[in-house]
């Protein structure tokens, strides 16, 4: 991957220079979420889990409840967000709206390889890169744990 730099705009929002291979992977990565999200079959899927869970674990009504009156504003705001990354990934100005869109569908993403790759608070990321199966999705885990912190610096100086 070549030359990323994200900084703040003096206009509002921030100006990022990404290259061209890294623009395509978080359409792709957009558009994969995008996909898990909508699709019914994926409602026991773990990365799911990880993206909407229990508001509480103690009582499953109470759970209920709250999945019944938000459940369906929370996905679509992940949509929503995914959508923006999408339509904006090949802009070198984002707004603050579109930064915070941005922010939140990589963490979701990030979210969902987090729990592919089995990461607990204690696991070591660097020792995931030895592992032959494992090395692309470490990448991709680290590139957008560095994009969301370079874009919540530059969106709040």
């Not at 967000?81 to 603050?96: E, F, M, N």
Request: net charge negative; no cysteine; charged share 25%.
């Amino acid at each position: 991957m070549g030359r990323i730099k994200i900084t703040t705009s003096y206009g509002g929002g921030v100006d990022i220079d990404l290259p061209k291979d890294l623009r395509e992977l978080l359409t792709s990565l957009a558009k994969q979420l995008t996909e898990l999200i909508q699709d019914p079959a994926s409602a026991n899927d773990p990365g799911m889990a990880r993206l909407f869970p229990p508001a509480s674990i103690d009582d499953p009504l109470e759970a209920l409840g709250f999945e019944q009156l938000m459940g369906e504003a929370l996905r679509a705001g992940k949509l929503e967000a995914a959508a923006v990354l999408r339509a904006t990934a090949d802009a070198t100005h984002l707004s603050g709206e579109e930064t915070l869109a941005w922010m939140r569908a990589m963490n979701d993403i990030r979210l969902v390889v987090g729990i592919r790759l089995d990461i607990q608070e204690d696991t070591d990321v660097e020792a995931l890169f030895a592992d032959a199966l494992m090395e692309q999705a470490a990448l991709v885990y680290v590139a957008l744990s560095e994009l969301v912190e370079l874009l919540a610096r530059a969106a709040d100086p």
